[in-house]
């Protein structure tokens, strides 16, 4: 008989065990209204698999049935009737039985196998795709861990729904029932009495089972502190962090103590699953006892034949582990059911921005404008952009947050390069977050080309706008891969024109692997000025029309700084350019200078105008640039004039 539904003895003790593992508050739980609804539609794709699963699981169990009666026959009428040749087919119909059952075994794995790992893969994808296109304001707020735990743990307890824990209920239940009744035809005391030995066994398998999720739950904590230490320690910063601080002889401590506690539970959860599987191999050799003891005493004494005794022994030992497994069988469903919400919880979180019904497509050629229209701004509450469960904590804060941008007015022209400066937290940065819709105003309006950022597709806005940030973000992969990024299609020319444009290839021609140089993570392998610069030829091969930078020379050294400013001047040239300006170079190129200050434009003109009116561009200008005179680029060379043409 099949053992992937759970059927047979040591199958149904396995599953009956891990049920008893499980969580029983998940039962306490309330599903939101429609969950199995949407589980019935999510697998209406694989219903016919589904189908032909449970009809195999049906046959299966009818074909395990069947065995014991014919030893019955092989005893009663083959051996005691003194008929061998009954003998010899009798026993070839039970090896018959056993090959179609060990087909039927693969047939049942691979419809199993099917639905499970088509189910992971709609939910995974789906997850994915749509936790992709989550506001940035979902990200500043998830515990990245937990979203993975989604798209693993939970995408997998969801699945097991439709293959470990459907093929194990219909099974036990097919198999229970048609060996009860079996049983019952047979000799229904001797059946009383068998499942009367039942309730030794699950009432303390209950008490252990508690216990289990104790510990299992401490086990799945523990793992979940070691992943998250791993990943915080294991990735460049962190190591940085822990050598430069001397701590590894108290990380190496804190870990031993959390790997140890784990190794303990696993040596706990060894011997009671030793425990819980010795006490159910018990209570099935007490019932095989029983069955043979009185049996055979009613067979010695005419009230029953031999082979009914040996046929009522054959069914006890597929009779326990099912019914023990279908005695907690709520807690295995709730499990699985809890993960498909928990699922659809993510899947369920409104897109803050998305295409509006409509949204027209952005035309490069066109889209060289940018325009604040009396912006108001304010970042959305957590209720608005995230999940609880996914932040750790027990209630989201629904205030919304505070008014960052106040009536904000400015326009681009074409070609312009506009330079936002202020103190620190003025509202710079959410400024330029606007332009290419990483968050949506409040009030007022933001226009590229002439058309409200809202009412146009994400992906022509995003193929328009560029954006260079402080800390360019570089994949763990090949130069080359990180480049391609922004144009996959870029021919080896243009990658080496971009680089070179950007000031970078230099360095990159003089690496061994060249364009095929891992980077390492985030970038770490190379300096901040190389990363940088790498951002600006990944920009240049976008060839955006509309460029924004967000302080890219913040941190940098000088030499690198130079590097990275001559880079910048071919990116800037010709396109329109929205800029936080951290070097006077930037500020005395600027066309136009806004001074922002708590959220609102307090002064705007160019260099010379406002540093006339000596109000707080004249201040910022003494504290912050004065001692920052301009970046020489005549001593390395301007950039060549054909670069500048090719790459526009």
């Not at 198999?175 to 035809?185: C, E, R, Y």
Request: one cysteine or more; a neutral charge; aromatic letters at 8%.
């Amino acid at each position: 008989m099949s053992m992937l539904g759970g059927v047979g003895g040591m199958g149904g003790a396995w599953h009956g065990m891990r049920s008893f593992m499980q969580d029983r508050s998940v039962v306490n739980k309330r599903l939101a209204p429609g969950t199995i609804r949407r589980i019935i539609r999510f697998a209406k794709p694989y219903r016919w698999l589904v189908i032909t699963l449970v009809t195999l699981l049906g046959v299966d169990a009818a074909l395990g049935s069947v065995n014991p009666l014919l030893f019955r026959e092989i005893i009663n009428k083959g051996a005691l009737g003194h008929r061998p040749g009954l003998v010899v087919v009798l026993a070839l119909a039970v090896a018959a039985i056993a090959v179609v059952d060990a087909g039927l075994m693969l047939v049942e794995r691979y419809f199993s196998a099917r639905i499970g790992e088509g189910l992971i893969f709609d939910m995974r994808s789906r997850v994915f795709g749509h936790v992709q296109r989550m506001p940035i304001a979902f990200f500043t707020r998830t515990q990245t861990g937990a979203l993975i735990s989604r798209l693993n743990n939970d995408v997998l307890g969801a699945q097991q729904a439709f293959t470990s824990t459907l093929s194990s209920v219909v099974s036990n239940l097919l198999s229970v029932g048609f060996t009860l009744g079996v049983m019952f035809a047979l000799s229904w005391q001797i059946t009383l009495v068998a499942l009367a030995l039942l309730p030794i066994f699950v009432v303390p398998a209950r008490w252990f089972g508690r216990k289990l999720q104790a510990i299992t739950r401490e086990s799945y904590n523990l793992n979940a502190a070691m992943n998250t230490m791993m990943t915080e320690r294991f990735n460049v910063a962190g190591a940085l962090l822990v050598a430069l601080f001397g701590r590894r002889e108290e990380e190496d401590a804190t870990f031993q103590a959390k790997a140890g506690r784990v190794r303990d539970i696993g040596v706990t959860q060894a011997m009671y699953g030793v425990v819980f599987f010795a006490s159910l191999m018990l209570v099935a050799s007490l019932g095989t006892a029983l069955v043979y003891g009185w049996g055979g005493w009613q067979a010695a004494v005419g009230r029953l034949d031999v082979g009914t005794v040996v046929a009522l022994g054959a069914y006890l030992t597929r009779l326990y582990g099912p019914l023990t497994a279908l005695s907690n069988v709520n807690v295995s469903i709730m499990t699985a059911l809890v993960s498909f919400e928990r699922v659809f919880e993510v899947l369920d979180l409104p897109l803050a921005i998305a295409d509006a019904p409509g949204a027209v497509e952005l035309d490069p050629q066109q889209a060289r404008t940018i325009e604040f229209d009396h912006v108001t701004f304010r970042y959305p509450a957590a209720s608005e952009v995230s999940l609880a469960s996914l932040e750790s904590v027990a209630v989201l804060d629904a205030k919304p947050g505070e008014i960052v941008l106040r009536d904000v007015s400015f326009r681009a022209e074409p070609g312009q390069l506009v330079a936002l400066v202020g103190p620190s937290g003025a509202g710079k940065t959410t400024i330029a977050s606007l332009v290419p819709r990483l968050y949506d105003v409040t009030s007022g309006a933001v226009r590229v080309g002439g058309i409200d950022v809202r009412n146009v597709t994400l992906a022509s806005l995003r193929r328009v706008v560029g954006v260079v940030t402080q800390d360019s973000h570089l994949f763990h992969d090949t130069i080359r891969a990180n480049l391609l990024y922004a144009n996959p299609h870029a021919t080896e020319a243009e990658l080496i024109d971009a680089c070179k444009a950007a000031q970078i290839w230099d360095l990159v021609s003089s690496l061994k692997d060249g364009l095929d140089t891992v980077v390492g993570d985030r970038g770490y392998r190379l300096s901040g000025g190389e990363k940088q610069r790498l951002a600006i030829a990944r920009l240049l091969l976008k060839k955006p029309s509309i460029v924004v930078l967000d302080e890219a020379t913040a941190h940098l050294d000088s030499e690198s700084e130079v590097a990275v400013q001559r880079a910048l001047k071919t990116a800037l040239s010709g396109r329109t350019s929205l800029v936080i300006a951290h070097r006077l170079s930037t500020i005395r190129d600027a066309d136009l200078i806004l001074v922002i200050d708590e959220g609102r434009i307090v002064e705007r003109g160019t260099h010379e105008e406002l540093l006339a009116r000596n109000g707080l561009y004249a201040e910022l200008y003494r504290t912050q640039f004065a001692a920052s005179p301009p970046l020489d680029f005549a001593a390395s060379g301007e950039p060549d004039a054909s670069e500048i043409a090719g790459l526009r």
